[in-house]
């Protein structure tokens, strides 16, 4: 489904030093299979593409169509794994213009709980004032901060809209089996809820109701993007040899990279619709490799569009970056260039042509120069922007990653550098049982 070249990094970093990594390669894959490394009650996503049950999809199937039948417009709130999955496979697959049309196949989904806007929460509520709208509230942990503060307003709001029966009804929680705020209010209030397993986080929820849900009431297959996601967990299973696996390739070529300085990744794109993939993306590295004063930064950009902003510093900055470039293929439409007579803009040159085949020598030129200016590039080819393109795509970061943290030598299924902001803002915000902290950070301040 997908590939991956990594021919135009070999000049910065050799072929033989990548494939030095083989064995280590394989004793992380093997860390991973057997669960004996670091983290390892956080293995559930390894295993989940191929273990998903058609009674499971069924039932999201289901629910969505509940979602769909009564609701214009849907709430996601969740922050971090518990929004970016899903938002990065709506965007990647949807119309970029059908939620501003007046006749929709589907409710416009909308997402919450993912800031602590004043602005943004007062004028999303606002918007939704004469909407018919459910919510899918969506926590692990049940007591994220920026996900129950958004679902209280949202609750709020939909049961004095819709009254509390209609409100039963749109409004599901996806939260952890037994622990946390957002159980005990589905339970309480009788809503349809999802679990999210034990051993999956955040980052790696994708492919749980966490995403499914959300994309199935966007309209989008549930089945083909499981089925994307299948076909890579055979490809990067750990019997595939290390030449043919690309998550192998892919996670020993960035830590290669990394150890010849190369401290920055910046996952590029050349379809507007992939925005949200990179961001699922930055969180999914991110988290999962920066610590103990270590690893990889993952940055994104969205070209051409920062070619005109960021591509000065990638042509000619500090030479600490690498690039690896998301390529789509084969669009979903086709759109010539047409003939101007007077061709007054000068553009005749690119008439009869496809607006694609423009985008790809551009994608083409700037390979060729940021290569020239210094910079590694690789190179991961998709077919297309469908359902079985992504969901490969997405468990094939998330294999390369759980190989490539333990590679790096970290725990790539913990976070717990996310606490200490927490800690600080319970304190300033007088939580009850942060009295100490509250005493200490006044003393600071
Ligand atoms: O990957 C992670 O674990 C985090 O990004 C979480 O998804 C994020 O913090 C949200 O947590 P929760 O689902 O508990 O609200």
Not at 24 to 35: R, T
Not at 105 to 110: D, E, G, K
């Amino acid at each position: 489904m997908i590939s991956l070249n990594i021919e135009k990094t070999f000049g910065f970093i050799s072929k033989e030093n990548v494939f030095a990594y083989e064995a280590q390669v394989k004793a992380a894959q093997e860390a991973l299979e057997n669960g004996t490394g670091k983290g390892n009650d956080f293995l559930g996503w390894l295993h989940l593409p191929s273990s998903i049950t058609q009674e499971h999809l069924a039932d999201l199937k289901a629910t969505a169509q509940t979602l769909r039948e009564n609701c214009e417009v849907v709430v996601v709130a969740g922050i971090g794994g518990s929004y970016l999955g899903a938002r990065a496979v709506i965007e990647a697959l949807s119309n970029s213009f059908t939620w501003l049309q007046e006749k929709k196949t589907a409710p416009v989904i909308l997402y919450a709980g993912h800031n602590i806007g004043e602005d943004y929460l007062y004028e999303l509520t606002e918007y939704l004032k004469d909407k018919k709208f459910g919510v899918i509230n969506i926590s692990k942990s049940g007591t994220t901060t920026e996900t129950a503060l958004a679902f209280r307003l949202l609750k709020k709001q939909c049961e004095n809209q819709r009254g509390k029966e209609v409100a039963k009804k749109v409004i599901v929680a996806i939260t952890d089996a037994k622990k946390g705020a957002a159980r005990v209010t589905a339970d309480n209030e009788g809503y349809k809820s999802f679990i999210i397993p034990d051993n999956v986080g955040g980052r790696f929820s994708v492919l749980t109701p966490v995403g499914l849900l959300p994309i199935a009431v966007a309209g989008f297959d549930i089945e083909k993007l499981v089925a994307g996601a299948v076909v890579m967990e055979k490809a990067c299973g750990k019997d595939v040899s290390f030449a043919e696996n690309p998550a192998a390739i892919y996670a020993a070529t960035r830590n290669e990279l990394y150890k010849n300085g190369k401290k920055i990744e910046i996952l590029v794109n050349f379809n507007p619709k992939l925005h949200y993939v990179s961001e699922w993306w930055k969180q999914l590295y991110g988290e999962s490799e920066g610590k103990e004063n270590k690893g990889i930064f993952p940055a994104a950009v969205d070209f051409s569009t920062d070619l005109h902003s960021m591509g000065q510093w990638i042509q000619e900055g500090e030479r600490t970056i690498y690039e690896t470039v998301i390529s789509v293929e084969n669009t979903q439409h086709k759109l010539q260039v047409p003939v101007d007579e007077a061709n007054l803009d000068g553009l005749n040159f690119l008439a009869g042509k496809r607006v694609d085949e423009v985008n790809k020598m551009a994608e083409l030129g700037t390979q060729l120069a940021h290569v020239d200016g210094g910079v590694p590039n690789m190179r991961i080819v998709i077919p297309a922007l469908n359902e079985e393109s992504i969901g490969s795509l997405l468990y094939f970061f998330e294999i390369a990653c759980g190989i490539s943290g333990y590679l790096l030598g970290v725990n790539p299924f913990n976070q717990p550098g996310v606490e200490a902001y927490k800690k600080n803002m319970f304190a300033l915000l007088n939580k009850p049982g942060y009295e100490e902290e509250s005493k200490a950070i006044q003393a600071r301040l």
